[in-house]
């Protein structure tokens, strides 16, 4: 048997969720299945629970998220949690940013695929864009790094007053203590822990939400931020 032909069928709930998309959502799962597996993107023990673990668990983030926004998903991998974000909420501009070749390859087949016109993969770490690509509202990510880790790669991309949305576990709480100095030196003013996707999935998504004020990654990104943006615009002169 082939790690496709063990994909499960896709539960009701994935109907509920996705709604007009869902066949573009049944689509994804059997390319993540198939060609995921066979490129290292995932694990072929995770495709019996693609649906549940995966696709839903990411899409139900959608909740948070607000209307007519653009976000970045940094370390996007396989497309989690952007392209099943994307599949629900056609209304977002959405950059997959992933540094490593075989996942943009397979991100790009992807979005083209499924006809995801609102979609753009770049190819590059949060830290190497910064200044080149437009600040954005929202930047989301899945199973990354730790927070406070991820928060220095992420905050610094979002515009004055946005929020970083990180999908995390039972641990949620915890690594939120743990980064509270580091994300104050990020200029973050708030921070929550949200549960996600009641009706849709159990146990529902744990989304830790990091809110900015006007200087997101603080006064040294600022400053890096600005010069990466001088930088880009001379090139573009050239």
């Known amino acids: 048997m082939t790690e496709a032909a063990e994909l499960p069928q896709a539960p009701e709930e994935a109907r509920a969720v996705f709604g007009d998309f869902f066949p573009e959502a049944v689509r994804y799962a059997e390319l993540l299945a198939d060609a995921g597996v066979k490129r290292g993107l995932i694990g072929p023990r995770e495709v019996p629970r693609l649906w549940e673990r995966h696709l839903l668990n ?75 690509l437009p ?36 641990t949620a709480e915890e690594e939120l203590q743990g980064a509270r100095a580091a994300l104050s030196k990020l200029g973050v003013v708030e921070t929550s822990v949200l549960h ?21 990654g603080g006064v040294r990104f600022a400053a890096k931020r600005a010069k990466a943006a001088r930088t880009s615009r001379t090139r573009r002169r050239r």
């Open 196 to 216: 996600v996707g009641e009706g849709h999935v159990d146990p529902l998504s744990t989304v830790v939400r990091v809110e900015v004020g006007e200087s997101p």
């Open 58 to 132: 990411c899409a139900v983030l959608s909740e948070v998220v607000p209307q007519n926004v653009t976000v970045c998903d940094v370390g996007s991998g396989a497309g989690l949690p952007g392209i099943p974000l994307a599949l629900v909420r056609p209304d977002l501009k959405i950059t997959l940013l992933e540094p490593l070749l075989r996942r943009t390859n397979f991100l790009q087949e992807v979005v083209e695929l499924l006809g995801l016109d609102h979609v753009t993969v770049v190819r590059g770490r949060a830290e190497e864009v910064l200044g080149s």
């Open 135 to 170: 600040p954005v509202h929202v930047v989301t990510a899945r199973a990354v790094a730790p927070l406070d880790r991820l928060a220095g790669w992420g905050v610094p991309l979002l515009r004055p007053y946005g929020e970083m949305l990180a999908l995390k576990g039972d």
